[in-house]
T-cell receptor, first 112, second 113 residues
Framework: KAGVTQTPRYLIKTRGQQVTLSCSPISGHRSVSWYQQTPGQGLQFLFEYFSETQRNKGNFPGRFSGRQFSNSRSEMNVSTLELGDSALYLC???????????FGPGTRLTVL | QQQVKQSPQSLIVQKGGISIINCAYENTAFDYFPWYQQFPGKGPALLIAIRPDVSEKKEGRFTISFNKSAKQFSLHIMDSQPGDSATYFCAASSGTGANNLFFGTGTRLTVIP
């Protein structure tokens, strides 16, 4: 069974731009969570989607948003990029809510 | 506020030795404690997980020890191998409707041949 896939793998943007990252969960998995990983703050939860609804949100500004489609694929969007948004953005999928989470390889975002 | 505290930050172990990584938490609502292994350029991979109804879980060379009263849990890697060199993260989550994992700050393990 294929793992979690994330596209693109690498992205370079400039301040003020916006970006959309994509995540395809493991087949049959219905829950998708997003995390931000930085050297300074570590791994931090962004939000979780299940059945196309945001179920939980971490402590991030409104510039960070996401959505989930009927096939469980998810996208996250960051508007008005700041230098501090440079990070590895990880997507994790789980079969149901509260079950084991499996991570994708991440999208490395660099903001210049 | 770090919900899960992890130590040490880095660890160097000889091949064949035992690697021990410790984590502590405060939130008594946490009821799921996974460990993840991350190699450079990769996403975290689930290694082993435990729930508070057991005090120990072993899978191959990896063992989680859990002390509910002390609110601590640890990962033991027996017979450590150079291929185990990676960053290890402990995490915790609550089963009360939230699916988000709270991660420790990570331990960079280096196993010397």
């Amino acid at each position: 069974k294929a793992g979690v896939t994330q596209t693109p793998r690498y992205l370079i943007k400039t301040r003020g731009q916006q970006v959309t990252l994509s995540c395809s969960p493991i087949s049959g998995h219905r829950s998708v969570s997003w995390y931000q990983q930085t050297p300074g703050q570590g791994l931090q939860f962004l939000f979780e989607y299940f059945s196309e609804t945001q179920r939980n949100k971490g402590n991030f500004p409104g510039r960070f948003s996401g959505r989930q489609f009927s096939n469980s694929r998810s996208e996250m969007n960051v508007s008005t990029l700041e230098l501090g948004d440079s990070a590895l953005y990880l997507c994790a999928s789980s079969l149901e809510r509260l079950s084991e989470q499996f991570f994708g390889p991440g999208t490395r975002l660099t903001v210049l | 506020q770090q919900q899960v505290k992890q130590s040490p930050q880095s660890l160097i172990v000889q091949k064949g030795g035992i690697s021990i990584i410790n984590c502590a938490y405060e939130n008594t609502a946490f009821d799921y404690f996974p460990w993840y292994q991350q190699f450079p350029g990769k996403g975290p991979a689930l290694l082993i997980a435990i729930r508070p109804d057991v005090s120990e879980k072993k899978e191959g060379r990896f063992t989680i020890s859990f002390n509910k009263s002390a609110k601590q849990f640890s990962l033991h890697i027996m017979d450590s191998q150079p291929g185990d060199s990676a960053t290890y993260f402990c995490a915790a989550s609550s089963g009360t409707g939230a699916n988000n994992l709270f991660f420790g700050t990570g331990t960079r393990l280096t196993v010397i041949p």
